[in-house]
């Protein structure tokens, strides 16, 4: 992965989360404003989630998922969101040096 972006999410974001949680991260797609991933779990689950800062905020939207059990997907969704908002003043920042560059 070539971006700060990217960079923080897999180093920072990803290892914060409990070891039941390892996954491979790719980027479906890229944007100045806008990243999807596409995490992928040991047992092959995937979950997508962008993160879209096109309004001026850190916004995560969870896309799709093939995790069919609630109680998984919903502490997925959760400690995912928190790992995420702990590092969004410096995710905020990678966004909005993006935009100014573009």
Do not use: C, P, W
Not at 37 to 47: E, M, N, P, R, S
Not at 74 to 79: A, M, R
């Amino acid at each position: 992965m070539t971006n700060s972006i990217d960079d923080l999410i897999q180093r920072k974001v990803l290892t914060n989360l409990d070891v039941n949680y390892r996954a491979t991260l790719s980027v479906n797609s890229s944007e100045i404003s806008k990243v999807q991933y596409l995490l992928t779990f040991i047992d092959g689950k995937q979950l997508t989630f962008d993160l879209d800062y096109s309004k001026g905020s850190l916004q995560i939207l969870f896309v799709s998922t093939d995790i069919i059990h609630m109680d998984i997907l919903g502490s997925t969704i959760l400690n995912l969101t928190k790992a995420i908002r702990h590092y969004e003043d410096e995710l905020s920042s990678y966004f909005e040096i993006r935009m100014k560059s573009a």
